[in-house]
């Protein structure tokens, strides 16, 4: 199973990094899997260390995906981290193994540090939508036209029936995004 979350991660010269990414957890560690080149993996490398966060504020997702890199954050309990300023839980992790491999290595950390911060609300389509579309997004260059349409055409029910205010300004950023690559902009890596 994957849970999408937002990985939060810093720098040795302190820059904090933020990126949507899947994990799983397998015999009580935590799975990281980014694909090279990664920042994320850079910074879990050099460092060791590694917060999850589990967030329903889906502009984070979209905002990572459309170059809005530069969400609140705080200092982490345990580790020399940071997490999300709001979540609605995080773990703190430390680096116990890694899995080389040329294009996807895979991060195993041992959760040092949990913490929730605010109950599940419930599920919301929109913000499931949400997710959907950054995911398509992170594959403009690879996916077809008419697939990306057909699949923003079926998520956009319930965007128009379900979402609130922030789910609208998530989604869009996307669809600004992906005006944007058609209309030939630079996809730079985001
Ligand atoms: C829901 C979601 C899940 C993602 N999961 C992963 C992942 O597991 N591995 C990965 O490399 N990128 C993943 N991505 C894409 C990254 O967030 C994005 O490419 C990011 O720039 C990662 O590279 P970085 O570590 O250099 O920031 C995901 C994106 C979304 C929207």
């Given at each position: 199973m994957i849970w999408e979350t937002v990985v939060t991660t810093r720098a040795p010269d302190g820059r904090v990094h933020i990126a949507p990414m899947g994990i799983r957890i397998e015999g009580g560690r935590v799975v990281l899997a980014p694909f090279r080149p990664s920042t994320t993996l850079d910074n879990v490398l050099a460092t060791g260390v590694a917060t999850v966060n589990m967030t329903d504020d889906v502009r984070i997702f979209a905002g990572c995906l459309t170059g809005r890199h530069d969400w609140p954050t705080v200092a982490c309990e345990r580790i020399a981290c940071v997490r999300l300023a709001d979540p609605l839980a995080h773990r703190e992790l430390k680096l116990a193994r890694v899995e080389d491999d040329a294009t996807r290595p895979r991060l195993l950390c041992d959760i040092v540090f949990e913490r929730t911060?605010?109950?599940?609300a419930g599920f919301n389509r929109a913000q499931a939508a949400v997710v959907e579309a950054a995911i398509l997004v992170s594959r403009l260059e690879m996916l077809p036209a008419d697939k990306i349409d057909a699949e923003l055409a079926y998520l956009t029910i319930a965007i128009e029936k379900t979402a609130g205010p922030a789910e609208r300004e998530a989604w869009s950023w996307l669809t600004a995004r992906i005006a944007q690559f058609r209309g030939g902009g630079r996809q730079e890596k985001i």
């Amino acid at each position: 199973m994957i849970w999408e979350t937002v990985v939060t991660t810093r720098a040795p010269d302190g820059r904090v990094h933020i990126a949507p990414m899947g994990i799983r957890i397998e015999g009580g560690r935590v799975v990281l899997a980014p694909f090279r080149p990664s920042t994320t993996l850079d910074n879990v490398l050099a460092t060791g260390v590694a917060t999850v966060n589990m967030t329903d504020d889906v502009r984070i997702f979209a905002g990572c995906l459309t170059g809005r890199h530069d969400w609140p954050t705080v200092a982490c309990e345990r580790i020399a981290c940071v997490r999300l300023a709001d979540p609605l839980a995080h773990r703190e992790l430390k680096l116990a193994r890694v899995e080389d491999d040329a294009t996807r290595p895979r991060l195993l950390c041992d959760i040092v540090f949990e913490r929730t911060h605010r109950p599940f609300a419930g599920f919301n389509r929109a913000q499931a939508a949400v997710v959907e579309a950054a995911i398509l997004v992170s594959r403009l260059e690879m996916l077809p036209a008419d697939k990306i349409d057909a699949e923003l055409a079926y998520l956009t029910i319930a965007i128009e029936k379900t979402a609130g205010p922030a789910e609208r300004e998530a989604w869009s950023w996307l669809t600004a995004r992906i005006a944007q690559f058609r209309g030939g902009g630079r996809q730079e890596k985001i």
